[in-house]
């Protein structure tokens, strides 16, 4: 009686990490067997043998199942890294700029205030120019974490570049927006354990009230130029922008 095929293994074919097709092994046996010299002969020979051909099917879904999980995490973890500050792990300036239209758009449809902080570090350079290039990154690892550590989850902490940072905080301004900066300056000042402070701007917009609308270039000329004059009364202070229009020139 003539036994039935048995295949050992099967496996992906891969090019440049993507799954081209699946690779079958046959156990060798003594007795001749006839050459297979198409497709068709494999499948022909897999539905004579109902477990090989069952075997072959699983393999196939698993194979592709699971290069395509691979995938997509790639995908998603290159997505992430193209967003993100490599050295402190903040977004960067890409998804900032981004995430801000985002947030102009969603607080003007839900009427909600919209605060961005503009800081920018005083003493950084004396820490580079002292102590090296090495010293001055994890001084801006450090402060990123004191930064992190007082924002909310619905804050966007951003790295601008450079000493620079940035925070989106949707749903506050005012007064709620002034004492966020106040705790992160503190944080910086405080939780890094260097001799480092910051000067940062706060520029808000209420969409309740003022209506007249606003774009993100407006918000952030806003916020960076009340982070200078934060520097020009001495540093390591906060400054609250005019009003937004009237910072970025607008009527």
């Not at 477990?51 to 995938?71: C, D, E, Q, R």
Request: aromatic share 4%; proline share 4%; charged share 25%.
């Amino acid at each position: 009686m003539q036994r039935s095929t048995r295949y050992s293994w099967a496996g992906g074919l891969l090019s440049a990490g993507a799954p081209l097709g699946l690779l079958l092994l046959r156990l060798a046996r003594r007795r001749p067997r006839p050459a297979i010299h198409a497709i068709r002969d494999v499948v022909g020979e897999l539905k004579r043998d109902r477990l090989g051909y069952l075997y072959v099917g699983a393999s196939t879904a698993v194979v592709f199942s699971l290069f395509g999980f691979i995938l997509g995490r790639q995908a998603d973890q290159l997505l992430r890294l193209s967003r993100t500050d490599p050295l402190t792990g903040l977004s960067n300036a890409r998804e900032l700029f981004e995430r801000l239209d985002v947030e102009l758009i969603r607080c003007r449809r839900r009427a909600e205030p919209l605060t961005m902080l503009v800081i920018d570090l005083d003493g950084l350079k004396r820490i580079n120019d002292e102590h090296g290039h090495r010293a001055g990154d994890q001084a801006l690892r450090r402060v990123a974490d004191a930064i992190r550590s007082v924002l909310r989850r619905t804050d966007c902490g951003a790295r601008w570049g450079g000493d620079e940072f940035a925070v989106l905080a949707p749903g506050i301004s005012g007064a709620a927006g002034v004492a966020l900066a106040e705790r992160i300056r503190a944080s910086i000042q405080q939780g890094t354990g260097l001799p480092l402070s910051a000067s940062i701007g706060v520029a808000s917009f209420d969409p309740g009230g003022d209506p007249r609308p606003i774009d993100a270039d407006a918000l952030m000329h806003a916020a960076d130029a009340a982070m200078y004059e934060a520097k020009r009364r001495g540093r390591n202070t906060v400054v609250v922008a005019a009003r937004v229009h009237e910072a970025a020139g607008h009527t």
